[in-house]
């Protein structure tokens, strides 16, 4: 796309020596043409701008996201947590005979989520410790 467009259809006339446009009508293009005087082509190319796509993505990523892109490296040791409210739990017993906790959690968005505890390194605290037991 040319740079200092806007959307429209319009009629270009590119520089037979730059190749760079020179005129635009409707005026949609900005000239790019640097020549003294632009050789002038006969005939107009007729170009559709499209309108300008919605807003990129701000550059600045949040904070978060920037740290977990740093971070989406193979081979790095991280720690996953996660915020959720327990929902449900259950006890099953494993072919080795011992009994295992699965807990389910639903996230803030109302996701749910099964957090098997036999899953090596994993551990579930409070959110917030200060937070007293109900029973
Ligand atoms: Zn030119």
Redesign the pocket.
């Known amino acids: 796309m040319t740079a200092g467009a806007r959307p429209g259809t319009c009629q270009i006339w ?7 446009a ?1 005129k635009s009508t409707p005026p949609l293009v900005d000239p ?4 003294k ?3 002038h082509t006969l005939h107009p190319t007729t170009v559709t701008v499209p309108p300008t796509p919605p807003a990129p993505r701000p550059q600045a990523l949040d904070d978060d996201e920037a740290r977990h892109r740093a971070l989406a490296r193979r081979g790095r040791r991280v720690r996953v947590t996660f915020e959720a409210d327990v929902d449900t739990a259950w006890l099953t017993r494993g072919a080795d005979g011992h009994q295992h906790l699965t807990v389910l959690v639903i996230t803030d968005d109302s996701q749910h989520h099964t957090i098997d505890t036999r899953l090596p390194g994993v551990r579930i605290d409070a959110a917030h410790p200060e937070e007293k037991d109900e029973t």
Do not use: E, F, S, V
């Not at 590119?14 to 760079?20: F, K, L, S, V």
């Not at 790019?32 to 020549?35: G, L, N, S, V």
């Open positions: 590119y520089c037979g020596r730059c190749r760079a020179y790019a043409c640097t020549c005087t632009p050789l």
